[in-house]
């Protein structure tokens, strides 16, 4: 474990920047932050989670698959240095550790591990929340964590690449904040853990009726947020590109709360209306996931909740269902 100070982080990052493509979060002149390449823009690592995907850095909005042309075919090459992410917050740590997963499955998704393979990812913890609030320690998914005490950053490895980055830091760590350390990671489980939990075991015991999903699917404009900011929404849909010279396909977020998601080329849509996208989306976190994976897809990031303009976010829709059947 070691300790560095906010006048000593830039330097730092500048170090980091001689081996790694850094992906900080940064601050945007509208006042929003976004995890992304410095640049001109300042660090902005208080504030707690941004609001857009952190897994992002991995998983493109849009990412070429490959091209042709009278040449042949062109696979996209692989970067020419790792990336070094910092921001992600625990829970988003545990979305990563999800995906990971998933893009590993079967055949193991290439462009996706193109460029997590190498990458070091550094989580953000302590006391860096909205106004300062309290982020409890990831204690791991991560190479490092750098948790946020008095003006200064705790930076704990996990993984020999952590150790190799923060072997040069100079100082050590006061008795006092690593037993603040210590306290922080006995935080209890939040409240909603518990009820992602009921609403899970609502859904997977066929409790909740249609009717309940044609009420919540008719507050849905479409607007595709809550898929678009979640962490763990994987689906995307494939596009070719063509100009004088080439096709190019590449691949981009979809979103299930879309009419067309699942219209198939016959006209026929087994997602053909509002309720049964709004119901699949939850579900699908809530039910399909746990039955494949062992565990809720969901990680109480808190985006959709947050981004969505009518109020159905998914820990919304789980206090709504819980409340009423539960
Ligand atoms: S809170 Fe919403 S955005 Fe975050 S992981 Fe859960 S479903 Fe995705
Ligand atoms: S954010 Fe809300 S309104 Fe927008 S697509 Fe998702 S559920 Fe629908």
Not at 56 to 66: E, L, M, R, S, V
Not at 88 to 103: E, G, K
Request: glycine fraction near 10%; proline fraction near 8%; charge should be neutral.
């Amino acid at each position: 474990m070691k300790i560095i100070s906010d006048d000593r982080l830039g330097p730092f990052f500048d170090s980091l920047a001689q081996t790694w493509e850094l992906r900080l979060p940064i601050l945007l002149p509208d006042g929003s932050r976004v995890i992304s390449s410095p640049g001109d823009a300042p660090p902005a690592l208080l504030g707690g989670a941004v609001l857009s995907k952190p897994t992002a850095a991995f998983f493109p909005q849009q990412g070429t698959i490959f091209t042709t042309s009278k040449e042949g075919l062109k696979e996209p090459a692989a970067p020419e240095r790792p990336l070094f992410v910092l921001g992600f917050t625990p829970r988003d740590l545990a979305c990563l550790r999800f995906i990971d997963r998933f893009f590993a499955d079967g055949r193991s998704d290439d462009i996706y591990f193109r460029q997590r393979q190498h990458a070091v990812v550094a989580g953000l913890s302590g006391y860096c929340g909205p106004n300062g609030a309290l982020i409890p320690p990831a204690g791991g998914d991560c190479d490092l964590e750098f948790f946020r005490y008095e003006g200064n950053w705790l930076v704990i490895p996990y993984s020999e690449a952590g150790r190799s980055i923060i072997a040069a830091l100079p100082g050590s760590v006061p008795p006092e904040a690593v037993a603040l350390y210590r306290q922080a990671a006995l935080t209890p489980p939040d409240e909603n853990e518990r009820l992602l939990r009921r609403a899970s075991e609502l859904l997977r015991a066929n409790r909740v009726p249609d009717s309940f999903w044609g009420e919540i699917g008719d507050r849905c404009i479409a607007c595709t947020g809550c898929n678009l900011s979640c962490p763990t929404c994987t689906c995307f849909g494939v596009q070719d590109w063509r100009s004088a010279k080439q096709v190019e396909r590449s691949r981009m977020w979809d979103s299930c709360q879309l009419d067309g998601f699942m219209r198939e080329a016959s006209g026929h849509n087994p997602l053909g209306s509002e309720a049964l996208r709004t119901r699949r989306r939850i579900h699908h976190k809530l039910a399909a996931d746990p039955e494949k994976w062992g565990e809720i897809s969901c990680f109480l990031c808190g985006r959709c909740d947050v981004v969505c303009p009518t109020g159905i976010g998914i820990i919304a829709v789980s206090r709504e269902l819980v409340a009423r059947f539960g």
